[in-house]
Antibody, heavy 117, light 112 residues
Framework: EVQLVESGGGLVKPGGSLKLSCAASGFAFNNYDMSWVRQTPEKRLEWVAYIIRGGTTTYYPDTVKGRFTISRDNAKNTLYLQMSSLKSEDTAMYYC??????????WGAGTTVTVSS | DIVMSQSPSSLAVSVGEKVTMSCKSSQSLLYSSNQKNYLAWYQQKPGQSPKLLIYWASTRESGVPDRFTGSGSGTDFTLTISSVKAEDLAVYYCQQYYSYRTFGGGTKLEIK
Protein backbone atom coordinates (compact mmCIF):
# COMPACT_ATOMS: atom_id res chain seq x y z
CA GLU A 1 0.00 0.00 0.00
CA VAL A 2 1.34 3.41 -0.97
CA GLN A 3 1.66 5.51 2.16
CA LEU A 4 3.03 8.90 3.19
CA VAL A 5 3.30 9.75 6.89
CA GLU A 6 4.21 13.27 7.96
CA SER A 7 5.66 14.24 11.33
CA GLY A 8 7.43 17.11 13.05
CA GLY A 9 4.65 19.66 13.29
CA GLY A 10 3.97 21.70 16.40
CA LEU A 11 3.75 25.12 17.99
CA VAL A 12 6.56 27.54 17.18
CA LYS A 13 7.08 31.25 17.85
CA PRO A 14 7.26 33.78 15.01
CA GLY A 15 10.78 33.86 13.64
CA GLY A 16 11.41 30.30 14.74
CA SER A 17 12.28 27.17 12.79
CA LEU A 18 10.82 23.71 12.35
CA LYS A 19 11.70 20.65 10.29
CA LEU A 20 9.01 18.38 8.92
CA SER A 21 9.54 14.80 7.77
CA CYS A 22 7.55 12.52 5.50
CA ALA A 23 8.16 8.77 5.56
CA ALA A 24 7.25 7.05 2.31
CA SER A 25 6.43 3.39 1.83
CA GLY A 26 4.81 1.07 -0.70
CA PHE A 27 6.43 2.57 -3.78
CA ALA A 28 9.87 3.26 -5.26
CA PHE A 29 10.43 6.60 -3.55
CA ASN A 30 13.59 7.41 -5.51
CA ASN A 31 11.64 7.19 -8.78
CA TYR A 32 9.19 9.98 -8.00
CA ASP A 33 9.18 13.73 -7.71
CA MET A 34 7.69 14.94 -4.41
CA SER A 35 6.06 18.06 -3.04
CA TRP A 36 4.80 19.73 0.11
CA VAL A 37 1.35 21.33 0.05
CA ARG A 38 -0.22 23.24 2.91
CA GLN A 39 -3.81 23.99 3.86
CA THR A 40 -4.54 27.11 5.85
CA PRO A 41 -7.14 27.31 8.63
CA GLU A 42 -9.40 28.94 6.01
CA LYS A 43 -9.02 25.72 3.96
CA ARG A 44 -7.03 27.34 1.16
CA LEU A 45 -4.55 24.95 -0.47
CA GLU A 46 -1.07 26.20 -1.38
CA TRP A 47 1.81 24.28 -2.93
CA VAL A 48 5.01 25.25 -1.05
CA ALA A 49 7.87 23.11 -2.35
CA TYR A 50 8.85 20.59 -5.03
CA ILE A 51 11.89 18.35 -5.47
CA ILE A 52 12.79 16.09 -8.36
CA ARG A 53 13.51 12.42 -7.77
CA GLY A 54 17.30 12.83 -7.64
CA GLY A 55 17.07 15.78 -5.27
CA THR A 56 19.17 18.12 -7.39
CA THR A 57 16.40 20.51 -8.44
CA THR A 58 13.89 22.28 -6.24
CA TYR A 59 11.16 24.87 -6.74
CA TYR A 60 9.27 27.16 -4.36
CA PRO A 61 6.59 29.85 -4.66
CA ASP A 62 7.64 33.37 -3.74
CA THR A 63 5.71 33.18 -0.44
CA VAL A 64 8.26 30.76 1.04
CA LYS A 65 11.33 31.13 -1.18
CA GLY A 66 14.42 31.77 0.89
CA ARG A 67 12.72 30.55 4.08
CA PHE A 68 11.78 26.95 3.27
CA THR A 69 14.09 24.19 2.02
CA ILE A 70 12.88 20.87 0.67
CA SER A 71 15.23 17.89 0.67
CA ARG A 72 15.08 14.13 0.51
CA ASP A 73 17.04 11.07 1.61
CA ASN A 74 16.30 8.36 -0.93
CA ALA A 75 18.17 5.77 1.13
CA LYS A 76 15.74 6.40 4.00
CA ASN A 77 12.65 6.93 1.80
CA THR A 78 12.11 10.23 3.56
CA LEU A 79 11.19 13.73 2.43
CA TYR A 80 11.93 16.83 4.53
CA LEU A 81 10.85 20.43 4.77
CA GLN A 82 13.07 22.79 6.75
CA MET A 83 11.15 25.93 7.63
CA SER A 84 12.77 29.04 9.07
CA SER A 85 11.80 32.64 9.78
CA LEU A 86 8.30 31.39 10.35
CA LYS A 87 5.38 33.81 10.23
CA SER A 88 1.83 33.57 11.52
CA GLU A 89 0.64 33.11 7.94
CA ASP A 90 2.62 29.87 7.75
CA THR A 91 0.14 28.33 10.20
CA ALA A 92 -1.38 25.41 8.33
CA MET A 93 -1.71 21.68 7.91
CA TYR A 94 1.30 20.52 5.90
CA TYR A 95 0.87 17.61 3.52
CA CYS A 96 3.50 15.56 1.78
CA UNK A 97 2.32 14.66 -1.73
CA UNK A 98 3.48 12.41 -4.55
CA UNK A 99 3.08 13.38 -8.15
CA UNK A 100 5.30 13.19 -11.18
CA UNK A 101 3.40 15.27 -13.70
CA UNK A 102 2.29 18.10 -11.48
CA UNK A 103 -0.91 16.73 -10.08
CA UNK A 104 -0.86 14.97 -6.69
CA UNK A 105 -2.10 11.39 -6.70
CA UNK A 106 -1.08 10.43 -3.17
CA TRP A 107 -1.34 12.59 -0.05
CA GLY A 108 -0.34 11.97 3.52
CA ALA A 109 -2.61 12.68 6.49
CA GLY A 110 -0.72 15.89 7.25
CA THR A 111 1.02 17.47 10.23
CA THR A 112 -0.11 20.71 11.85
CA VAL A 113 2.15 23.73 12.20
CA THR A 114 1.05 26.62 14.38
CA VAL A 115 3.07 29.83 14.45
CA SER A 116 2.08 31.92 17.43
CA SER A 117 3.66 33.77 20.32
CA ASP B 1 1.40 33.43 -11.40
CA ILE B 2 -1.64 31.61 -12.70
CA VAL B 3 -4.73 32.41 -10.63
CA MET B 4 -7.48 29.81 -10.33
CA SER B 5 -11.06 30.85 -9.60
CA GLN B 6 -13.87 28.46 -8.68
CA SER B 7 -17.59 29.02 -8.63
CA PRO B 8 -19.89 28.75 -6.90
CA SER B 9 -18.18 28.81 -3.51
CA SER B 10 -20.90 26.51 -2.20
CA LEU B 11 -24.01 24.74 -3.36
CA ALA B 12 -26.64 22.51 -1.84
CA VAL B 13 -28.31 19.76 -3.83
CA SER B 14 -30.55 16.77 -3.25
CA VAL B 15 -29.39 13.20 -3.68
CA GLY B 16 -29.78 12.13 -7.30
CA GLU B 17 -29.44 15.62 -8.75
CA LYS B 18 -26.82 16.60 -11.34
CA VAL B 19 -24.16 19.07 -10.21
CA THR B 20 -21.79 21.22 -12.20
CA MET B 21 -19.05 23.42 -10.81
CA SER B 22 -16.70 25.76 -12.61
CA CYS B 23 -12.99 26.45 -12.54
CA LYS B 24 -11.38 29.27 -14.50
CA SER B 25 -7.70 30.01 -14.93
CA SER B 26 -6.09 33.40 -15.54
CA GLN B 27 -4.23 31.98 -18.54
CA SER B 28 -4.56 28.99 -20.81
CA LEU B 29 -3.62 25.62 -19.37
CA LEU B 30 -3.47 23.98 -22.80
CA TYR B 31 0.06 23.01 -23.75
CA SER B 32 0.28 23.24 -27.54
CA SER B 33 2.96 20.59 -28.04
CA ASN B 34 0.89 17.76 -26.57
CA GLN B 35 -2.62 19.26 -26.60
CA LYS B 36 -3.06 18.44 -22.91
CA ASN B 37 -4.76 20.67 -20.37
CA TYR B 38 -2.73 20.82 -17.16
CA LEU B 39 -5.70 20.80 -14.81
CA ALA B 40 -6.65 18.46 -11.96
CA TRP B 41 -9.66 18.13 -9.65
CA TYR B 42 -9.63 16.95 -6.03
CA GLN B 43 -12.26 15.97 -3.50
CA GLN B 44 -11.72 16.66 0.19
CA LYS B 45 -14.21 15.10 2.58
CA PRO B 46 -14.49 16.42 6.14
CA GLY B 47 -11.48 15.46 8.23
CA GLN B 48 -9.63 13.86 5.31
CA SER B 49 -6.77 14.75 2.97
CA PRO B 50 -7.56 15.79 -0.58
CA LYS B 51 -8.11 12.95 -3.02
CA LEU B 52 -7.30 13.11 -6.73
CA LEU B 53 -10.39 12.70 -8.91
CA ILE B 54 -9.42 13.96 -12.38
CA TYR B 55 -6.19 14.89 -14.13
CA TRP B 56 -5.37 16.22 -17.62
CA ALA B 57 -8.76 17.95 -17.21
CA SER B 58 -10.78 14.85 -18.11
CA THR B 59 -8.93 11.65 -17.16
CA ARG B 60 -10.56 9.92 -14.22
CA GLU B 61 -8.19 8.55 -11.57
CA SER B 62 -8.35 4.81 -11.04
CA GLY B 63 -11.22 3.87 -8.73
CA VAL B 64 -13.12 7.13 -9.14
CA PRO B 65 -16.80 6.49 -9.93
CA ASP B 66 -17.88 7.35 -13.45
CA ARG B 67 -20.49 9.80 -12.16
CA PHE B 68 -17.57 12.24 -11.88
CA THR B 69 -16.64 13.87 -15.20
CA GLY B 70 -14.14 16.59 -15.98
CA SER B 71 -14.41 18.72 -19.10
CA GLY B 72 -13.20 21.96 -20.61
CA SER B 73 -10.09 23.37 -22.24
CA GLY B 74 -7.92 26.45 -22.22
CA THR B 75 -9.12 28.60 -19.36
CA ASP B 76 -12.58 27.19 -18.58
CA PHE B 77 -13.17 23.86 -16.91
CA THR B 78 -16.10 22.02 -15.35
CA LEU B 79 -16.53 19.17 -12.90
CA THR B 80 -19.85 17.39 -13.24
CA ILE B 81 -21.37 14.86 -10.86
CA SER B 82 -24.11 13.15 -12.83
CA SER B 83 -26.18 11.90 -9.90
CA VAL B 84 -25.07 13.09 -6.48
CA LYS B 85 -24.81 10.65 -3.60
CA ALA B 86 -24.76 11.55 0.08
CA GLU B 87 -21.13 10.42 0.24
CA ASP B 88 -20.17 13.17 -2.23
CA LEU B 89 -20.43 15.76 0.56
CA ALA B 90 -17.05 17.46 0.26
CA VAL B 91 -15.08 20.46 -0.93
CA TYR B 92 -13.89 20.21 -4.52
CA TYR B 93 -10.70 21.94 -5.63
CA CYS B 94 -9.18 22.49 -9.04
CA GLN B 95 -5.43 22.82 -9.50
CA GLN B 96 -3.26 23.90 -12.41
CA TYR B 97 0.13 22.38 -13.07
CA TYR B 98 0.96 24.24 -16.29
CA SER B 99 3.27 26.61 -14.42
CA TYR B 100 4.28 25.56 -10.94
CA ARG B 101 1.07 24.62 -9.10
CA THR B 102 -1.84 26.69 -7.83
CA PHE B 103 -5.22 25.73 -6.47
CA GLY B 104 -8.64 27.27 -6.70
CA GLY B 105 -10.49 28.33 -3.58
CA GLY B 106 -12.83 25.34 -3.65
CA THR B 107 -16.53 24.61 -4.07
CA LYS B 108 -18.29 23.21 -1.03
CA LEU B 109 -20.96 20.67 -1.91
CA GLU B 110 -23.70 20.22 0.66
CA ILE B 111 -26.53 17.71 0.56
CA LYS B 112 -30.05 18.97 1.21
Amino acid sequence: EVQLVESGGGLVKPGGSLKLSCAASGFAFNNYDMSWVRQTPEKRLEWVAYIIRGGTTTYYPDTVKGRFTISRDNAKNTLYLQMSSLKSEDTAMYYCAHGDYGYFDVWGAGTTVTVSS
Amino acid sequence: DIVMSQSPSSLAVSVGEKVTMSCKSSQSLLYSSNQKNYLAWYQQKPGQSPKLLIYWASTRESGVPDRFTGSGSGTDFTLTISSVKAEDLAVYYCQQYYSYRTFGGGTKLEIK
